[in-house]
């Protein structure tokens, strides 16, 4: 794929009956992207999906929304996002049919406490979600992006979420793939942010956000600057 070229794709959203995965799941349809909601049972999904499709009535250009179980979602996609919980996450990724996928981690392993949100600490810190989805399926290739976007601003009104995506991954081409969903979300290209690595700063950041937001009362995000303008 060639950087800046927007291409539709085919998205499996895995956990897509929960806010952040209808959410995304909305607006990259919304972008033309077609989407298979995906969850552990069809019959979740199959609502969700019509609650989408219902939401775009009358948008040109939309993409198809469809429901499915998640293994199924998985085959018939050229991009797999993961939006579920860290709580058996392992357990649900691993039975994934993932080989030779893109896949797309917002997963956030965070925990709370009276003191408020905080990352957990995946493998005595050298760990992240993303990097242990890319150890449970070493067929796939895996990138983190959407960690930091509010599910709430998501299903929104707004025509664009005014942030940054930030985009990290291992292989250039699978995160450009990223980069360029990112543009259903924020109407630019998502930021090329790092290796996948990075994931463990990312993920854990949202404590911070959601921190803020408790302060502010807000959904709060990132914003890049200093960066030359995006298209
Ligand atoms: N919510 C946000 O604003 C936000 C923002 C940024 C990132 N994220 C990240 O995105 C991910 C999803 O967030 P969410 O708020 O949408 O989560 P959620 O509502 O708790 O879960 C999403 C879906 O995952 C499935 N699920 C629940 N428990 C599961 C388990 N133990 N094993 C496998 N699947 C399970 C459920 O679908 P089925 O029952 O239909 O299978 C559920 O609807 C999380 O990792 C979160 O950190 C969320």
């Not at 950087?3 to 959203?13: D, L, N, P």
């Not at 990724?93 to 080989?99: D, K, N, S």
């Not at 990138?143 to 979420?161: K, M, P």
Request: hydrophobic share 45%; charged share 25%; glycine share 12%.
């Amino acid at each position: 794929m060639i950087a800046g070229v927007s291409t539709t794709y085919t998205i499996a959203v895995i956990g897509g009956t929960g806010p952040q995965g209808k959410g995304l799941g909305y607006r990259f349809a919304k972008h033309g992207h077609d989407v298979v909601v995906g969850s552990r049972a069809a019959d979740r999904a199959v609502p969700v999906a019509d609650e989408i499709r219902e939401r775009l009535a009358g948008v040109a250009g939309a993409g198809e929304v469809s429901g499915a179980a998640n293994a199924d979602a998985c085959e018939q996609a050229d991009v797999v996002l993961l939006a579920v919980p860290w709580d058996g996450h392992d357990e649900l990724v691993g039975a994934l049919p993932l080989a030779g996928k893109t896949v797309v981690s917002c997963v956030n392993p965070l925990a709370f406490d009276k003191r408020g949100a905080h990352g957990q600490v995946i493998d005595g810190g050298e760990g992240s979600a993303a990097e242990r989805a890319q150890a449970l399926a070493p067929e796939a290739t895996v990138v983190g992006a959407f960690h930091n976007v509010s599910a709430v601003l998501l299903w929104g009104e707004e025509e664009y979420v005014d942030e940054d995506v930030l985009c990290v991954g291992d292989s250039d081409d699978a995160k450009l793939v990223a980069m360029d969903l990112a543009r259903a979300v924020t109407g630019r290209e998502g930021v090329s942010a790092g290796k996948l690595r990075l994931a463990r700063q990312l993920e854990p950041f949202t404590a911070v956000l959601i921190s803020i937001n408790r302060k502010y009362k807000t959904h709060s995000g990132l914003r890049i600057t200093g960066l030359p303008d995006r298209d």
